[in-house]
């Protein structure tokens, strides 16, 4: 069986106190529900701090991106070993990243790859765009993402993937629950083809774009849909919560 995971990705909000008064609002009544796994994703500055208050409990945390170099001379970067004493998720591949930061398919293949080497665990993202969405090609454009960013990769224990359709991140317009729960069902077949009906089965792969309380049911009713990344609505500790207990209720009478 399949964990269901809840990952919030606060891109860049919060302040390190802001960051931690967030945290403070939910860190209780996160902890207490057990069936899901919890994922809190917060700026970089301020996982090492969140990482202390969320020390002992069930919720775990996760970086939003990684360079994919060991060390070395490129400043401003964060290599996955500074990563990995911090946190066990981190985010690659997110559609932002490719759009303002020009991240190529290569580049998040070179990322999934050193973050699996030192123990990281990957929540790799893919979706469409809007233009190719209309043009009928999220299976072809799904497809190439989903093999250019595994290749070379033999073992893909520890990794999530996200399906998040670029249109629908942040715009308040989320995918149907049809069109989510189908082109997650492709992205399972791409991987039973590529590892295998077993690693098929056990990945998790979470739907993401424009989740918030009010739809977050209607996406965790779906059989491939194994939980969800949430931008926006991961900013509010109320709505959050409310997206953790909705998962746990509906995965649990499975
Ligand atoms: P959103 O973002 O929930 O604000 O649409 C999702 C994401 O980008 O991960």
């Given at each position: 069986?399949?964990?269901?995971?809840?990952?919030?990705?606060?891109?860049?909000?919060?302040?390190?106190?802001?960051?931690?008064?967030?945290?403070?609002?939910?860190?209780?009544?996160?902890?207490?529900?057990?069936?899901?796994?919890?994922?809190?994703?917060?700026?970089?500055?301020?996982?090492?701090?969140?990482?202390?208050?969320?020390?002992?409990?069930?919720?775990?945390?996760?970086?939003?991106?990684?360079?994919?170099?060991?060390?070395?001379?490129?400043?401003?970067?964060?290599?996955?070993?500074?990563?990995?004493?911090?946190?066990?998720?981190?985010?690659?591949?997110?559609?932002?990243?490719?759009?303002?930061?020009?991240?190529?398919?290569?580049?998040?293949?070179?990322?999934?790859?050193?973050?699996?080497?030192?123990?990281?665990?990957?929540?790799?993202c893919v979706g469409?765009?809007?233009?190719?969405?209309?043009?009928?090609?999220?299976?072809?454009?799904v497809?190439?993402q989903v093999?250019?960013?595994?290749?070379?990769?033999?073992?893909?224990?520890?990794?999530?993937?996200?399906?998040?359709?670029?249109?629908?991140?942040?715009?308040?317009?989320?995918?149907?629950?049809?069109?989510?729960?189908?082109?997650?069902?492709?992205?399972?077949?791409?991987?039973?083809?590529?590892?295998?009906?077993?690693?098929?089965?056990?990945?998790?792969?979470?739907?993401?774009?424009?989740?918030?309380?009010?739809?977050?049911?209607?996406?965790?009713?779906?059989?491939?849909?194994?939980?969800?990344?949430?931008?926006?609505?991961?900013?509010?500790?109320?709505?959050?919560?409310?997206?953790?207990?909705?998962?746990?209720?509906?995965?649990?009478?499975?």
């Amino acid at each position: 069986m399949r964990v269901p995971m809840i990952v919030g990705n606060w891109k860049m909000n919060t302040t390190l106190s802001g960051a931690v008064e967030l945290v403070n609002k939910m860190v209780r009544e996160l902890d207490e529900i057990d069936s899901v796994d919890k994922v809190l994703c917060p700026p970089f500055i301020s996982l090492a701090k969140i990482g202390k208050l969320i020390k002992g409990s069930s919720i775990k945390l996760g970086a939003q991106n990684v360079y994919f170099a060991e060390k070395g001379a490129y400043t401003g970067e964060i290599s996955p070993l500074m990563l990995a004493e911090l946190c066990e998720f981190v985010i690659i591949g997110h559609s932002e990243r490719r759009k303002y930061f020009n991240e190529t398919g290569e580049i998040v293949n070179q990322k999934v790859m050193a973050a699996l080497k030192v123990g990281l665990k990957p929540i790799l993202c893919v979706g469409e765009k809007l233009a190719e969405n209309e043009a009928g090609r999220t299976e072809e454009v799904v497809t190439g993402q989903v093999s250019s960013s595994l290749a070379g990769i033999n073992d893909i224990n520890g990794l999530t993937i996200a399906y998040e359709p670029v249109w629908a991140i942040g715009t308040g317009k989320a995918a149907t629950r049809e069109q989510a729960n189908e082109t997650i069902g492709l992205i399972r077949r791409i991987i039973s083809k590529l590892y295998g009906e077993k690693v098929a089965r056990d990945l998790r792969i979470l739907y993401g774009g424009s989740v918030t309380a009010d739809n977050a049911t209607e996406f965790m009713q779906q059989s491939e849909i194994d939980g969800a990344l949430v931008g926006g609505a991961s900013l509010k500790a109320d709505q959050f919560l409310s997206i953790v207990r909705q998962t746990a209720e509906i995965k649990q009478t499975r």
